[in-house]
């Protein structure tokens, strides 16, 4: 038995490629000529090879004046020359599709730039319904809004009554208008269901929603036992989303079953994506379920009909659905159809909660169309309006009518409390009768303290009851009278925050100028003897007269508006 360590039996060599498995008596670097340059670091790495004691050698033998076998092999001078680690596959560590290059086997000019530096791509919002959709108030809260105003005599502003309407469902209503084409047909069709008073955008829709909620007005479910299906089934496929057990892959029904499940419940997601969902299922238990399934049939009994008629399948329902009960339940809208706005927040139909979320968000920035609608109403009660500060519209029970304390004749108290409103900025009701008629102070009297009951055990503290405020007397009566009717009359404003503010004195345009007609073309012997009469009768110094311009009366100071509050819910 020999010594030598290279006839020692070494398995690694044999799962070696052929190459590999050379003598290694062979001196394999025997035609390496080495290199003149200096070598810094002789030591071998057994993962690197030689440290920068030049090029490596060359796989097949030659050295680095030998001529090359294979012409397709980079040169070390070009990008991406040299050895690779791994053999020839893939390219060099750095380069494109390596470790510290981009991903892919491609460059960032090949496809326009990199791929992060592209816009995300979102799809595109679905359209919305071509419907045209409208708030308006309800006539019951407006009535007891508009009969709030006229007692309280306070003015509001019109768009802020419209915000506070607009936030409640109940206190508006939705108004469907349907548009229409040239030849009459509807752009978008919409149907109501009688039963419960819903919209749909189709028909085929108001009937799912119909056999899904009202399913038993028309029809009645009767199981009877039958043969269990024949075979051994070890497994069944199984839907992960709703848990629906489909059958073993094989039975003859599955593919049925499967697109039935899709359109009832997934008809939105696409069909290779819900079909991925479906699993593959061994447990004994679930196989047994489905086999008890299949061991029922059922029927569908047909009610409120003459004659008793059974179906085997929703199929059958749906067409026997359509033909019997479909006229009488489902009706299109022609025109128009209104809906309260506590109704119009559960409708079921996607569509048409995206219409009727995109038209409140676009009332809610600027409530036009409840304005609108509001100011005619609140007009048909006998409300006025009027402009605060050119800008701001208000409601009230009088439009502002300014007083001449100097040519009506009024009561001493009345001007009295005009005069008190204009000396006072900011002056409240509260503040205007404290002045004019204050309360008189009774005297205060120390009264012997009552002796507190006895407290029961566990027994709550008894809070003190709060102090009654005092009635108020004569003269405040008169007081609070003269200022109803100023403001009735409109001479006097009580904004909704409770500042008092008097009518102002309209400000008085000055006329405009009449417009100076051309003269008629004259003779040209009259127009010669007009020219001398003239120069006759011009002045010697040459000066001549301009009208006066008329000054305007001075502008009274415009009604501020201060911070309002809405009147109380409806």
């Not at 005599?153 to 768009?159: A, E, T, V």
């Not at 009960?325 to 995206?354: C, D, F, M, W, Y």
């Not at 204050?438 to 809070?463: C, I, R, Y």
């Not at 008329?550 to 409806?570: K, R």
Request: charged fraction near 25%; proline fraction near 12%; include cysteine.
């Amino acid at each position: 038995m020999s010594t030598s360590p290279e006839q020692d039996f070494d398995l690694e060599k044999l799962f070696l490629p052929a190459w590999a498995q050379e003598s290694p008596t062979v001196n394999r670097y025997a035609k390496y000529a080495g290199d003149d340059r200096p070598n810094r670091d002789s030591k071998f790495d057994d993962r690197r090879g030689p440290r920068r004691g030049g090029p490596p050698p060359r796989r097949d033998g030659g050295g680095p004046g030998a001529p090359r076998g294979d012409s397709r092999a980079p040169r070390r001078d070009q990008p991406g020359g040299g050895p690779r680690p791994g053999g020839d596959r893939g390219p060099r560590p750095g380069g494109p599709g390596g470790p510290g290059g981009p991903r892919g086997n491609f460059r960032r000019d090949d496809r326009g730039g990199d791929r992060r530096d592209r816009p995300e791509q979102r799809e595109a919002p679905l359209p919305l319904p071509a419907l045209i959709v409208s708030f308006t108030p309800d006539d019951k809260g407006v009535e007891s809004l508009a009969r709030q105003i006229k007692i309280s005599g306070r003015s509001f502003p019109l768009f802020d009554i419209a915000q506070m309407i607009l936030q409640k469902p109940e206190r508006h209503l939705v108004r469907f208008e349907i548009e229409k084409k040239p030849d009459g047909t509807a752009i978008q069709p919409l149907f109501l269901c009688a039963l419960d008073d819903t919209l749909w955008l189709s028909e085929d829709e108001t009937v799912s929603h119909v056999l899904e909620k009202h399913f038993g007005m028309f029809y009645q479910a009767e199981k009877t036992a039958t043969e269990p299906p024949k075979g051994t089934y070890t497994f069944v496929a199984q839907c992960g989303m709703s848990g629906v057990i489909l059958g073993p892959p094989n039975y003859h029904d599955y593919q049925n079953q499967l697109r039935k499940l899709h359109t009832e419940q997934f008809s939105r997601m696409p069909f290779d994506m819900f079909k991925a969902r479906v699993k593959i299922v061994k447990d004994e238990a679930v196989v047994k379920k489905w086999i008890e399934d299949q061991s029922v049939k059922t029927e569908f009994v047909c009610l409120n009909v003459p004659e008793a008629t059974r179906l085997n399948t929703r199929e059958d329902v749906e067409k026997h659905f359509r033909a019997v009960h479909l006229a009488s339940i489902i009706k299109p809208v022609e025109k128009h159809h209104t809906l309260n706005g506590a109704v119009s927040r559960q409708l079921r139909s996607q569509g048409l909660q995206r219409l009727v979320r995109a038209a409140w968000e676009d009332q809610k920035r600027f409530p036009l169309q409840i304005a609108t609608v509001l100011s005619q109403q609140f007009a048909s009660h006998g409300l006025q309006f009027f402009k605060v500060n050119k800008t701001v519209t208000h409601v009230s029970v009088a439009r502002p009518h300014y007083l001449d304390l100097e040519t009506t004749p009024v009561s001493a108290q009345v001007k009295q409390i005009v005069q008190f409103i204009d000396s006072k900025p900011k002056c409240t009701r509260r503040l205007l009768v404290q002045a004019l008629a204050p309360s008189p102070v009774a005297p205060k009297v120390a009264a012997a303290p009552a002796p507190a009951p006895a407290a029961e055990a566990g027994a709550a503290p008894v809070a003190p009851a709060p102090a009654a405020e005092p009635e108020p007397t004569a003269e405040q009566a008169a007081i609070v009278g003269d200022l109803h009717w100023l403001i009735h009359q409109g001479h006097v404003i009580e904004f909704a925050n409770g500042i008092l503010e008097t009518a102002k004195k309209p400000i008085i345009k000055p006329p405009k100028p009449p417009k100076a007609e051309a003269p008629a073309p004259a003779p040209v012997a009259a127009t010669a003897a007009a020219a001398n009469a003239s120069n006759e009768a011009a002045p010697v110094n040459g000066t001549t007269t301009e009208p006066v311009p008329v000054e305007p009366a001075e502008p009274a100071a415009p009604i501020e508006s201060a911070p309002v509050e809405t009147p109380a819910a409806m």
